[in-house]
Every structure is written in C-alpha cells, then in structure tokens.
C-alpha cells in the first residue's frame, strides 16, 4: 500500500491515508464502496470483453474456413459460444 500520497480532511488539511480513516471514517467507508463498486463493474466488463474477443475469433476463423478452406470448418463451442 502506497502510505505516501497526502490526502485532504473537510478543513483541507493534509493527512495521510491512516489519519484520514481515523479522522473521517464516513469518508474512509465511502472510498471503500466506490472502490468495491469499482471492481464489479471491471468484473463484468472483462466478462463481456472476453465474451467479444472469443465471438472476434471465431468470426475470424470462420472466414478462413470459408475463403481458403485449409482445415474444418471451426467449432463456435471452442469459442465459448453456445448454438
């Protein structure tokens, strides 16, 4: 944990992230919530990111299938894609 940065109070006086979990813990447990909201929605996005990227790659296989046909025709369940 990086204890360097300075932070501000409500006065804006600096304080380090102990003093200010101490000192303003409202403030402490709504970084806290934005940060686990934070990590769900990165969740999510990495879920339909990947989603994306398999649907990209079977797309891509496929058009290999169908201009060169060097090999078989690509599985979409290899792909994570369900028919």
Do not use: C, F
Not at 2 to 28: C, F, L, S
Not at 56 to 73: C, D, I, M, P, T
Request: hydrophobic content about 30%; charged content about 30%.
């Amino acid at each position: 944990m990086n204890t360097a940065k300075v932070y501000h109070n409500g006065r804006g006086e600096e304080r380090t992230i102990h003093q200010m979990v101490r000192d303003e813990p409202y403030w402490a447990a709504e970084r806290i919530q934005a940060g686990e909201t934070a990590i769900e929605a990165l969740k999510e996005y990495q879920k339909y990111n990947r989603i994306r990227n398999d649907l990209e790659a079977y797309y891509y296989e496929l058009g290999e299938w169908a201009l060169n046909r060097v090999s078989k025709k690509p599985n979409p369940e290899n792909y994570g894609i369900e028919q």
